[in-house]
Structure formats: C-alpha cells, structure tokens
C-alpha cells in the first residue's frame, strides 16, 4: 500500500489554556497584559479587603474599651481614662460622670493631678 497518495491530516490544532482548575477565587497581582478593567477591579477588591480588616480591628477596640468601661463601672463612682490603645495605637478618653457634681469632682481631680506630677513623678497616691 502506498501512503504517499493518501491525503495528509491536517496538523492538530492546540486548545487555548484557561485557568487552571480551582483558580477562579485567587487573587492575582495586575499582570502586563491585563486590561485596565481588571487591573481597577483587582485594586478595588484589594481595598475593600484591607478596609474590611481595618474595621474588624476598630471594632474590637471599641467592644474592649466598652468592657473596660463596664468594668471600671462597677468600682467607680465617676471616672476619667485617658490613654493609648494597644491595638490600633489610637488615644483613647473615657469621662463618666453621672451627674454635673461627678463631674465637676472629676475636674477638681484631674487638675490637682496635672499639678502634682509637673512637680514629680506621679503616684498613685497623687489622687487621694
């Protein structure tokens, strides 16, 4: 039998590759030839990313600083708190008074505070 009068097969052509399996969900940093669309999209979704954890911390630092309050609550009568968040690193300030006379003790207190340690280190004998 003679091939070479046979018709020839025309060569394979090959299928274009998509994403791999299980690759529908992963980020991507912006490629060379990705369009601006989907560079505008990646950078979107990145920010929304970022902007979600960043409120997930804040409102853990408000939820301890709520529990902080209720608890300091029960031992005092009227307070002031003022201090740094170890979480977001932010200052924090918490007067409670309950009426304008706690208030108006509370003042007295802080003044007599801010007096008495410009003179020495404070103690925690400088409100009493």
Do not use: H, W
Request: aromatic share 6%.
């Amino acid at each position: 039998m003679d091939n070479t009068n046979s018709p020839k097969k025309p060569p394979r052509k090959l299928k274009k590759r998509g994403r791999p399996k299980g690759s529908k969900n992963k980020k991507t940093s912006p490629s060379v030839g990705d369009s601006p669309d989907q560079e505008f999209c990646q950078l979107e979704e990145a920010l929304t990313d970022y902007l979600k954890q960043q409120s997930r911390v804040k409102n853990k630092s408000i939820n301890n600083i709520k529990s902080l309050e209720t608890l300091l609550n029960q031992y005092l009568n009227s307070f002031i708190l003022i201090g740094y968040s170890q979480d977001t690193k932010e200052f924090v300030s918490i007067v409670n008074a309950k009426n304008e006379q706690s208030a108006d003790s509370l003042s007295t207190a802080l003044n007599k505070f801010i007096v008495n340690s410009t003179k020495r280190p404070p103690t925690t004998n400088d409100l009493f």
